[in-house]
């Protein structure tokens, strides 16, 4: 995974290396030689999310960390404690039992997201084909609640409330 510093260092972080760049980076050095894949994360309330990218033919080493970070962002950024992968079995099973059972970063993740979170066990399923599951989005109500708690700013005025 080759990582790209920004064209602007950021002040607070000169370390920083946004992941946006290396997937461009990654992206065009396997152009010609691309596989499609696609990863769906399950949610608790039956919701499914769908995400496709693609990977390289042929390093499976680089695919193995391009893979890791994603589903690791996907998990994170919507939620969920079932990913369905229809990519190679190969590397689904070196994710699955390799990188999410041994490595302790991976287990904070699958801990979190499974058990404490949605209360079911955190899988890593390999997909394929029609085996993989349709995006779906089940709405929830929110909202409207007569009874409970409000939160109130006072803005320095006792007759305007936010």
């Known amino acids: 995974m080759q990582l790209i510093p920004p064209t602007v260092t950021p002040i607070l972080d000169p370390d920083f290396r946004p992941a946006a760049l290396a997937w461009r980076a990654f992206a065009q050095a396997i152009a010609g030689n691309a596989q499609p894949i696609r990863i769906a994360i399950e949610q608790g309330e039956g919701s499914t ?4 990218r693609n990977i390289s033919r042929d390093d499976l080493a ?3 960390r391009f893979l890791e970070r994603e589903v690791k ?3 994170w950024a919507v939620g969920g404690f079932r990913v369905h992968l ?5 590397l689904v099973a070196l994710l699955r039992d390799y990188i999410y059972r041994y490595d302790a970063n991976r287990l904070f993740d699958q801990e979190v997201m499974g058990p404490t979170i949605y209360g079911r066990p955190c899988e890593i399923l390999h997909a394929p084909g029609a085996a993989f599951p349709a995006a779906s989005h089940v709405t929830l ?3 409207r609640h007569a009874g409970g708690c409000r939160v109130a ?6 007759d305007i409330k936010a």
């Open 49 to 52: 999310y769908v995400f496709e």
């Open 62 to 64: 680089v695919n193995l």
């Open 73 to 75: 962002f996907l998990l």
């Open 86 to 90: 229809d990519a190679p079995e190969g």
């Open 141 to 143: 109500p929110l909202g």
């Open 153 to 158: 700013i006072d803005k320095g005025a006792s």
